[in-house]
């Protein structure tokens, strides 16, 4: 298949495209993307196509007819491929869309290619049509302005910068180029960015023995307003910041953190990749139960790489470990909705709240989890093995070839490498809903640590037992703890509090809240149109409270062994 991106008329925002596609005898089928990898939801990218035609190799048009929102049908028979022009409407920018304006061509190409079937492992090549002055970041070969994949699956992988306003740095690891492509602008410290940058990759190049790419990109979209997303492909990312004068200073964790994650990403759900999804089928959903490895082990080999290879120290890391528990013991969802089926369900609502209490994230129960098996790991085969082993040895099994891999391939490297059974913690945790609260315990013990709870020191979160953020001078209520008083008084989400008793409420909720622990309060809120006067009854619990983490006071010698070769810092020496 061969494709054409014009840079035309930018002010539009319409991204012009042609695709010549090879046709099958009688009839061919023309896909749209529904959606694109690294985001486990329905992208429906073909509501953003205008003015589209289809025509036969001399170029006159042929009949065709929808047939679904994102497939085509068209009479091939008295052709040997089939022409197709269309625009596509670029104006969102971040890290999985496409843009473009006067300063850039930026393109996922998942979002605006079409393709059939019949054609996507065939070769594939996409040349642009941009001015001479623009630079070109993209992880694929490309030469003379024309990009060349093996298929379909790689040349939509392969997202790509056109602007003339591109900057580049470069760091070398193993004999690999990391280029780090700027688009926007940005304050930056090249040499203390690049020597961070180098420790991280060097550490993952370390415990993975096999890096596919030759070449590796990170393509930057640095933004004037906040921004923070990241997308992973085989041979680069796309990570939108800002804003970009923060990015050596408020941003620069996240920065970094970002970037690690999707650095890990290159081997865990790119190379070792869940069965459901090997190969990608980019006409429908995706479903798998495994977003617990896919995204969940990702996320906490991101922060802990950053820690074990010395780019940060453990008390930043320690926040981070305490941000994941906080998230999990103030999501009453795990209750209801295991990870297992939480991560089948990001395909039903995405990566919104959505209802109360309905299910969890894979992210941070996921990366939970990750530490819990890490540690258990650790603990088992005596401190000689941990999750790294474990990736390791699914990136020789899985990534290097295209199979894809099962529940049961990855709890029985796990099980075979830490020398325990892992049918409990599989079935209690992963796919069933008990409380973590155990395993947590155990594992952060393992590690010298404990974990610390204490009453929550805003009123409204362990009075009220609600969450809620400013609006106007008053609050809305955004969550509300299963049995708190404020359940049990009829309260709502997005109620706005405008009275305790009969003082009004001006930016001081918890200084009205706190006097009244043990006297009667009547909350008033606004309701759709109304002013209602609610009990709320005491129930003497607390809620919402908060999680940190500290030493163990009894380590064992063991634990303080793991605990360096875990994150990287002699436990004496670190102050907690």
């Not at 429906?44 to 047939?67: C, M």
């Not at 650095?263 to 479903?287: C, D, G, S, T």
């Not at 008083?485 to 709502?492: N, Q, S, T, V, Y």
Request: aromatic share 14%; net charge negative; hydrophobic share 35%.
């Amino acid at each position: 298949m061969h494709y054409k991106i014009y840079f035309r008329t930018p002010a539009t925002q319409y991204i012009h495209i042609e695709a010549r596609i090879p046709s099958p005898e009688n009839t061919i089928t023309l896909q749209f993307p529904m959606w694109r990898p690294g985001r486990y939801e329905l992208g429906n990218f073909s509501k953003n196509i205008h003015s589209f035609e289809v025509l036969n190799e001399s170029g006159k048009k042929i009949a065709f007819e929808k047939r679904t929102k994102s497939t085509w049908e068209a009479d091939s028979s008295q052709t040997s491929e089939v022409i197709v022009r269309y625009r596509y409407f670029a104006n969102e920018l971040n890290a999985g869309s496409s843009f473009l304006d006067d300063l850039q061509l930026y393109v996922n190409p998942v979002n605006l290619l079409i393709y059939s079937k019949e054609s996507i492992n065939n070769p594939c090549t996409l040349t642009l049509d941009i001015p001479e002055n623009f630079k070109l970041a993209c992880g694929a070969n490309h030469k003379n302005k024309v990009i060349q994949c093996k298929d379909y699956h790689e040349l939509v992988d392969t997202p790509f910068i056109a602007s003339p306003t591109l900057k580049k740095h470069t760091y070398v690891v193993k004999g690999i180029n990391f280029n780090l492509w700027f688009q926007g602008d940005y304050d930056f410290d090249e040499e203390k960015v690049l020597n961070d940058f180098r420790k991280f990759t060097s550490y993952q190049l370390n415990v993975f023995e096999y890096f596919e790419p030759k070449e590796y990109h990170f393509l930057f979209q640095i933004l004037p307003i906040k921004a923070y997303h990241g997308v992973e492909h085989t041979t680069s990312t796309v990570i939108a910041l800002g804003p970009g004068n923060e990015l050596m200073n408020k941003l620069y964790d996240d920065f970094l953190g970002v970037s690690s994650h999707e650095l890990y990403h290159v081997w865990n759900v790119k190379a070792i990749r869940p069965l459901e999804m090997q190969p990608y089928n980019y006409a429908e959903e995706n479903y798998t139960h495994l977003g617990y490895v896919a995204e969940g082990v990702t996320t906490y080999m991101g922060d802990l790489i950053l820690s074990a290879s010395g780019v940060k120290d453990f008390a930043w890391y320690k926040l981070e470990l305490e941000k994941l528990l906080q998230r999990h013991f103030d999501n009453f969802g795990r209750f209801n909705y295991s990870v297992a089926e939480s991560s089948l369900d990001t395909w039903l609502d995405g990566y919104v709240q959505g209802v109360p209490h309905r299910k969890v994230s894979i992210y941070n129960e996921g990366a939970l989890l990750a530490l819990s098996m890490d540690a258990l790991i650790r603990e088992g085969s005596g401190n000689k093995a941990s999750l790294h082993d474990v990736m390791n040895a699914m990136n020789e099994k899985f990534g290097r070839t295209d199979l894809g891999y099962t529940a049961n391939d990855f709890f029985a490297l796990i099980g075979e490498i830490g020398n325990f059974d892992t049918t409990e913690f599989r079935e209690k945790y992963y796919y069933g809903t008990n409380s973590f609260e155990p395993l947590l315990v155990r594992a952060f013990k393992i590690l010298g640590l404990d974990i610390k709870m204490e009453k929550n020191s805003s009123a409204q979160q362990d009075q009220l037992g609600v969450k809620c953020l400013p609006k106007d001078q008053h609050y809305q209520i955004m969550s509300i703890a299963p049995g708190s008083g404020a359940e049990l008084a009829g309260l709502m989400v997005n109620d706005v509090i405008i009275k305790i008793n009969h003082d009004k409420v001006d930016k001081n909720l918890d200084e009205l809240l706190k006097p009244l622990f043990e006297s009667e309060i009547h909350v008033t809120v606004q309701r759709m149109g109304r002013e209602l006067t609610l009990f709320v009854p005491h129930t003497n619990k607390s809620y919402y409270p908060k999680y940190s983490v500290i030493k163990d006071p009894n380590p064992s010698n063991l634990s303080k062994r793991i605990f360096k070769a875990w994150c990287g810092y002699k436990y004496d020496e670190v102050a907690i």
